[in-house]
């Protein structure tokens, strides 16, 4: 059912978005009086699930759910018509309108997302405001894994600036530690140290996926596992537990840490229940684990969270801003993959790691914040100068602006293929990278 519900949510976003980007290419081009024969959802070779004429354009749903498209005539596209392309050129077809015309239609699709990214984001600062954990509401520092270890971080090291930048929320340090090119900042002891960003650790916490930092916390008894040890010793869900063989520890990591230090050895834990002080004594088993995992409380509950609410007015450039923020970071992530020493292309993922993006539940805030962040993802793309895409077109457009020559018809026919093959090249490997990624 989970599945269902994230592939549902999956379909919607994709669709929303497909239809909206199309449209910002089908009205210039009906603007410009140029004719539309197709606007499709979803690629339809050799059958559609749904198609209607109405006036000149056919309107449908495809089968193959890898985008959609609009068929302009007289242009050279993914439909590859050469047979429309040997006639003579009509008022109505898009290679005989102005260079600028011409321009805006291939622009419009890109315009869209944008927009609509900056529109989402708008909405969702209105109605559910921001919430975030400045940095200076942590205290007592941060937990490392093993991973982030090999950058040289440490539990309770705090994470203040990434390359000289200061950083301002919670959130923000996973990302920033990935992107970082040269050091980052830690307050460790009341102290600043600085560490050299190695491309090669970065290289582990990509191919681990890794967490890399999170919050500390008191360990408040939430559950047992079903071989647990401290359960049978008396410990019960709801305990506070305060200390080690009589030495106060104040956070779930320190346990996690020594415990396993004691293995076939008798410790002692210091709890609170009902107010009341108790201990509780039990022998740890060879693999150092007492069964215990903690819950009861959200982890952000032990901190001051602060919510941001936006009017109207203010939503407007906090979208705004939101937008420019999502776009530059996920340019610099992009400019990782090209990284071979982090290896990140081996984790670029296709529609399996995109769909599990979304919540197992039906989640609306997630959901409007996930597609805004695939709207511009999806603008980005497309306005990369690679043919097919419509930054492709864009260039030779631009091309013809320039030097006052319009791109031959075979030279636009070779570079359609050539832009087909690498697309085709990069789904593969975003997809197999997925299928690889299950087993």
Same mark, same amino acid.
């Given at each position: 059912?989970? +599945? ?9 976003? &994709? ?48 089968? &193959? ?19 429309? &392309?040997? @006639? ?24 869209? %997302? ?31 894994? /093993? ?8 539990? !309770?090291?705090?994470?203040? /600036?990434?390359? !000289? ?24 002891? !009341? ?19 890794? =967490? ?44 996690? /840490? ?9 410790? =002692? ?29 959200? +982890? ?24 420019? =923020? ?10 990782? $993959? ?11 993922? !296709? ?5 599990? @993006? ?6 609306? @805030? ?62 593969? &490997?975003? %997809?197999?990278?997925? $299928?690889?990624?299950?087993?």
């Amino acid at each position: 059912m989970d +599945i269902l519900i994230q592939a549902a949510q999956f379909i919607l976003s &994709l669709s929303l978005l497909i239809v909206l980007h199309e449209f910002g290419h089908f009205i210039p081009a009906k603007l410009f009086k140029t004719k539309v024969e197709k606007f499709y959802l979803f690629f339809d070779p050799y059958f559609s699930l749904f198609k209607k004429k109405i006036g000149d354009t056919e309107y449908g749903i495809g089968w &193959l759910p890898l985008g959609g498209y609009v068929k302009i005539a007289g242009m050279v596209d993914e439909s590859m018509d050469k047979e429309q &392309l040997a @006639q003579e050129p009509q008022p109505w077809e898009f290679r005989t309108k102005p260079a600028w015309q011409r321009l805006i239609i291939m622009v419009g699709g890109v315009t869209v %997302n944008v927009i609509l990214a900056i529109l989402i984001y708008t909405g969702m600062m209105m109605y559910y405001g921001e919430e975030y954990l400045p940095i200076e509401n942590i205290k007592n520092g941060l937990v490392v894994d /093993e991973n982030a270890q090999q950058l040289g971080l440490q539990t !309770g090291d705090l994470v203040v /600036e990434v390359d !000289g930048k200061k950083i301002e929320r919670f959130s923000a340090i996973p990302k920033e530690i990935l992107l970082s090119e040269n050091t980052i900042t830690v307050l460790r002891d !009341g102290r600043r140290v600085e560490l050299p960003v190695d491309d090669g650790a970065k290289k582990e916490l990509i191919a681990e996926q890794s =967490t890399m930092v999170g919050l500390r916390f008191p360990y408040l008894v939430g559950e047992f596992t079903d071989t647990s040890v401290a359960e049978p010793a008396g410990l019960q869900v709801g305990d506070s537990i305060v200390s080690l063989n009589g030495k106060e520890l104040r956070f779930f990591d320190q346990y996690v /840490e020594a415990i396993p230090n004691y293995a076939n050895q008798e410790i =002692t834990l210091g709890l609170y229940r009902e107010g009341n002080f108790k201990e509780v004594s039990m022998t740890v088993p060879e693999h150092g684990k007492i069964g215990v995992r903690p819950g009861g409380r959200s +982890i952000l509950s032990y901190y001051d969270v602060e919510t941001k609410k936006y009017g109207f007015l203010a939503a407007i450039p906090a979208g705004f801003n939101k937008s420019k =923020t999502v776009l530059t970071d996920y340019i610099r992530q992009f400019r990782l $993959i090209f990284n071979t020493e982090t290896e990140a292309y081996k984790q670029v993922g !296709g529609f399996i790691t995109i769909g599990k @993006q979304f919540d197992t539940q039906w989640n609306w @805030q997630r959901f409007w914040g996930f597609t805004a962040f695939l709207s511009i993802m999806l603008a980005f793309l497309n306005i990369l100068p690679i043919p097919a895409l419509d930054g492709g077109h864009v260039v030779f457009v631009l091309w013809e602006m320039v030097t006052g020559r319009k791109p031959a018809e075979k030279v636009l026919e070779y570079a359609q293929l050539v832009g087909f093959v690498i697309l085709l090249a990069l789904i593969v &490997l975003a %997809n197999g990278n997925d $299928i690889l990624g299950l087993f």
